[in-house]
């Protein structure tokens, strides 16, 4: 009996000792924002909110004197944005324009990479395309799927709009720049595209590898499945980097934030969302990353 209560004393030491580490641990990187007051905005890229989301949860709960708020709009939006002194964060998933950077002095925090993925209805046969397909079934040359080996049903094209940075690596490592028929019907999120998808059965959409859940199928490329395995080791292409962008130099609060993001700690939400931590993939991607 008394050994039996001694091992339930240890047991319990041990159990407040390892939550004690784990609080410790987390502390370690909240305690940047320890005394600090004031809000951040910020908006952009749908991709990133998610990750955004989780760090300002933890980071208020910490510090309820911290006020954090996340709008989408798209990466376009989101520079536009900060460039005006909206928003204190833009977030994009393409890099800037030699243009933006100099109409608004921004400055570029890549935390991520992602890839970008076709992806169809669960139910449609076809899971493998080559990128010449692809290219030929955006440019309304290819327009059923029986062409493809697939149904004898007229393919849906969807596609992001113009102030997509996901739409813009999809056009310029996919689709090589090629024209997108008029036809595709055009959806404002990679949220919305997976929505889209997942209702129409003769669709086929591109989005976020982090985006891509039971509800979707991903295809593969020329035999490559868009995995995040497949993009950090360099064997799925399609890929682009994940911003946070300020106007000049970042003040201490929101300097705080990018630093957590960029820390283990906001690499452990980077991962569970779906995402690569950048300081992960730049030692083993042997690919070109937009």
């Not at 395309?129 to 799927?145: F, H, N, T």
């Not at 995995?227 to 946070?244: F, H, T």
Request: aromatic content about 8%.
């Amino acid at each position: 009996m008394r050994k039996s209560l001694v091992y339930f004393v240890l047991a319990m030491l041990l159990g407040l000792s390892l939550s004690s580490h784990n609080v410790l641990a987390e502390d370690k990187y909240l305690a940047a924002f320890a005394g600090l007051k004031g809000k951040i905005d910020i908006a952009g890229c749908t991709v990133h909110i998610p990750v955004m989301k989780e760090a300002a949860k933890r980071i208020m709960m910490y510090n309820p004197d911290i006020r954090i708020t996340i709008v989408g709009g798209g990466s376009g939006v989101g520079m536009q944005k900060v460039g005006e002194g909206l928003v204190d964060i833009a977030n994009t998933d393409r890099p800037l324009s030699a243009e933006e950077r100099a109409k608004y002095g921004l400055k570029s925090y890549a935390f991520a990479i992602d890839g970008v993925a076709v992806a169809v209805h669960p139910s449609n046969p076809v899971k493998n395309l080559s990128a010449k397909q692809v290219q030929e079934i955006y440019a309304g040359k290819i327009r059923s799927w029986s062409a493809v080996g697939g149904k004898n049903s007229p393919i849906h094209l969807y596609s992001l709009d113009e102030a997509s940075g996901t739409r813009a690596v999809f056009w310029k490592k996919l689709l090589k720049k090629g024209s997108i028929s008029d036809s595709a019907k055009i959806v404002s999120s990679n949220e919305a595209m997976k929505a889209a998808i997942s209702r129409d059965e003769n669709s086929i959409g591109y989005l976020s590898i982090g985006n891509i859940d039971q509800s979707i199928a991903p295809v593969e490329i020329d035999g490559i499945y868009p995995s995040r395995k497949n993009a950090q080791i360099g064997l799925y292409r399609v890929v682009r980097k994940l911003y946070m962008n300020t106007k000049g130099e970042p003040g201490k609060l929101v300097k705080a934030f990018i630093d957590y993001i960029l820390s283990p700690e906001g690499a452990k939400s980077i991962e569970e969302y779906g995402f690569i931590p950048i300081n992960t993939i730049d030692k083993k991607c042997g690919c070109e990353v937009f």
